[in-house]
């Protein structure tokens, strides 16, 4: 046992701590009558780097062939956006969309610069129709220069970090998936990033090869900037032709050089091209995929009850005060389903990993394909699922955050 000395409160401490009160308020007297700041740097940088929305206005809109379009947008100052949040090169945006009685949100990459944000204050969206795309085939449709839309914050991480990454990195794209590759080759251009990208674009034909004209500028710039363009459907001089394997991949990688391969493209590129690095001995360090959004046959997974993509369920969504019944199909996302009863549930990503749309599931059961689960240890704890990326397999109960 130690022995401890409490010094007793002497006339000396008593005679300090009254002066105490008259001191402090000496010093509020003396104090300037300046207003308090409303508010703070670190504060408004925050907010100006990571807004919860933005609202834009599509400045104008240019067609990339039949089944594809380009839009800039640019701040919507009269909805409350003065200026467009900064973004790394590979970052997308979530559009905020109400399709008749649908609301929903979908992902698309900036395909721009990010000192177009910073400078120029645009961003620049290329839109490619999805098969069976419900919010493509509207936005292709109807979005036009003048038109308002809202948005996310830049979101993702899919980009370039030095940290981690190669100083090579070997680009593997297919169809809309080229998008966040024109920004990074962009970035790379200006200064803003720093390695080397070489960049593999499947396409069926030449015909079908979205923003070529952009990246031959850009190539013609920078020496740091290549793209090889690898057709399966057309046989011509100067393109590789059938799919992207792994013999294609080690031909453009950087000789003996270690490299990064980051992926953007449809699902069955990656599960063809995951196979083929496998051959590569590639760090998993190395090897980056960008979100492909909402799984679209969960049949194809081995693991997927049998017979239950042909159901229907009910499903019990309480959001704050409000409580409504809907309908689920087995063969679409749960996120889909509130999406479609005009439900605003929240979603960023809708692959399975940013954890905007967690909701807790209160009864009933679900699929998740565990590739795509990027749940956290609390929402296992608590009874938490993310809806963009689980499939009903039975009846549900819900409770589900309100949008702010």
């Known amino acids: 046992m130690k022995n401890f000395h409490i010094k007793p409160i002497g006339l000396l401490d008593m005679l300090e701590f009254k002066k105490m009160v008259p001191n402090r308020q000496k010093i509020i007297d003396a104090a300037p009558a300046a207003p308090l700041p409303q ?212 031909k453009h990688s950087p000789g003996n050089e270690e490299f990064s391969v980051f992926l953007c493209g449809p699902q069955q590129m990656y599960s063809f091209v995951d196979n083929e690095l496998k051959l590569l001995d590639l760090q998993a360090k190395y090897i980056r995929h960008e979100l492909f959004g909402s799984v679209k046959n969960p049949a194809e997974f081995s693991d997927y009850p049998s017979g239950a993509m042909a159901n229907q369920y009910k499903v019990k969504v309480k959001m704050r005060n409000m409580e409504r019944e809907i309908q689920a199909n087995g063969s679409e996302p749960v996120l889909v389903a509130l999406e479609r009863a005009g439900i605003m549930a929240p979603s960023r990503c809708r692959s399975g990993e940013c954890g905007w749309c967690h909701s807790r599931l209160i009864s009933g059961n679900v699929y998740t394909p565990s590739s795509l689960d990027g749940r956290r240890a609390a929402d296992y704890t608590f009874g938490y699922f993310h809806p963009c990326c689980a499939f009903p397999i039975s009846d549900l109960e819900l409770d589900v955050p309100v949008v702010d």
């Open 39 to 250: 508010s703070w740097p670190v504060n408004d940088a925050a907010k100006a780097l990571h807004p919860a929305r933005q609202f834009l206005t599509v400045e104008n809109v240019t067609d990339r062939g039949p089944d594809a379009k380009s839009y800039v947008l640019v701040p919507d100052p009269s909805a409350g956006t003065d200026r467009l949040a900064f973004f790394r090169a590979g970052q997308y945006l979530s559009i905020r969309l109400k399709i008749g009685d649908s609301a929903l949100t979908r992902p698309y990459s900036i395909c721009s610069a990010p000192l177009d944000a910073l400078n120029g204050g645009k961003y620049a969206l290329t839109i490619k129709r999805a098969q069976d795309g419900f919010a493509s085939d509207y936005l292709l449709a109807n979005l036009k220069a003048g038109d308002k839309i809202e948005a996310s914050g830049p979101e993702g991480a899919f980009y370039y970090d030095p940290i981690r990454d190669a100083a090579n990195v070997v680009g593997i794209a297919g169809g809309s998936g080229i998008t966040p590759f024109l920004s990074m080759a962009a970035a790379i251009a200006d200064g803003t990033e720093d390695f080397c990208l070489s960049i593999l674009y499947g396409s069926r034909t030449k015909d079908d090869i979205l923003l070529r004209d952009e990246f031959d500028g850009i190539a013609a710039k920078t020496d740091k900037v290549k793209v090889i363009h690898v057709l399966s459907e057309e046989k011509a001089e100067g393109f590789e032709y059938g799919f992207i394997t792994a013999e294609l991949i080690k």
